[in-house]
């Protein structure tokens, strides 16, 4: 199993970023996917997860509203578009294969950092 994280970088307060999940090794398409995410000194924290065929998707209330969770299945990709970003949002970002923690596997991350 294989998850690799790409896109992350910095952004002014208000823009815009998208971070994309390879995965490999195992059956995409029939797994539900996560992004999560954990800030400096702080612990995991759920971002939103999606169903197998991405027509269900869910949001923590820290980003329901700008950030879109989406997927190709024939492309093994699963991506986080994330707009109006804070300071707050900087983490180091991964995916994650399952619905919630304990997750089955994860990537290593990519760092988003939102600062003036």
């Known amino acids: 199993v294989q998850l690799v994280e790409s896109g992350g970088g910095m952004v002014q307060p208000g823009g815009s970023l998208s971070v994309s999940c390879a995965a490999s090794?195992?059956?995409?398409?029939?797994?539900?996917m996560s992004w999560v995410r954990q800030a400096p000194g702080k612990g995991p924290e759920w971002v939103s997860s999606?169903?197998?065929?991405?027509?269900?998707?869910y949001y923590a209330d820290s980003v329901k509203g700008r950030f879109t969770i989406s997927r190709d299945n024939a492309k093994n990709m699963l991506y986080l578009q994330m707009n109006s970003l804070k300071p707050e949002d900087t983490a180091l970002y991964y995916c994650?294969?399952?619905?919630?923690?304990?997750?089955?596997?994860r990537g290593q991350g990519t760092q988003v950092t939102v600062s003036s």
């Open positions: 994650a294969r399952g619905r919630q923690a304990p997750y089955v596997a």
């Open positions: 090794g195992f059956t995409f398409s029939s797994s539900h």
């Open positions: 999606i169903n197998a065929n991405g027509g269900s998707t």
